[in-house]
């Protein structure tokens, strides 16, 4: 069988070995990171919707699980934003389901946690990786090149409520690029957002 949603398993330094779910096409997403390694984004939205089917991405996992050994993790990350799939919380309800002994993971650029149902499907999972890039504006919007609509403090506090209920843990992730979010102001500004949100760690790119 050929897998268009799911890809793997490969060798994670920070997850063992994963399984990845993509749960958007190429490239939809509600930011456009100059960083980015999947490229620009073709896609830039907000709007939640049934990018990829449930019933494509339990087929294929159906069918990875008859004939292969269970992974580490179960990630959901890939070619845009996963959060955006507004069946999210009901495919990892399915993997939790049929594979309660394997942990899920979710990255996501954090945009969409200010949506209380997108923090309730997020609580299913064991572990979530925010990104969290910049404090300020200037830095937020010329890193991140943000879908309109979206706010830096919107971001943050998204992950400050999600973290004072997720029973899970959380990596922080923060992308540094010389110029932009490195001055000690910036840092700062950061340090104080990562004091507030309290991870159990936090990753530097």
């Known amino acids: 069988m050929s897998y268009h949603h799911i890809f793997g398993p490969v060798p994670s330094r920070r997850l063992g070995i994963s399984l990845g779910v993509d749960l958007v096409t190429h490239k939809i997403c509600s930011l456009d990171c100059v960083y980015c390694e999947c490229g620009k984004t073709t896609c830039l939205t907000l709007e939640r919707g049934p990018y990829v089917p449930f019933e494509a991405v339990k087929t294929e996992l159906d069918h990875y699980w008859k004939h292969n050994e269970d992974p580490d993790y179960i990630t959901f990350s890939g070619s845009g ?18 594979k309660p002994g394997v942990k899920v993971a979710v990255l996501t650029n954090s945009t969409l946690l200010k949506d ?15 990104s969290l890039d910049a404090a300020s504006k200037a830095a ?7 879908v309109k609509g979206v ?5 943050i506090q998204g992950i400050q409520v999600f973290a004072l209920g997720f029973t899970g843990k959380i990596w922080l992730e923060i992308f540094i690029l010389p110029g932009v979010n490195d001055t000690d102001k910036e840092l700062k500004a950061l340090k104080e957002v990562i004091l507030s949100i309290a991870p159990e760690m936090v990753q530097l790119n």
């Open 116 to 130: 209380p149902k997108v923090r309730q499907e997020l609580a299913l999972a064991d572990l979530v990786v925010p």
């Open 81 to 98: 934003e996963p959060t955006l799939n507004q069946d999210l919380g009901r495919v990892i309800a399915y993997i939790k389901e049929q």
């Open 140 to 146: 937020f919007t010329r890193l991140n090149r943000p």
């Open 151 to 155: 706010s830096v403090q919107d971001i």
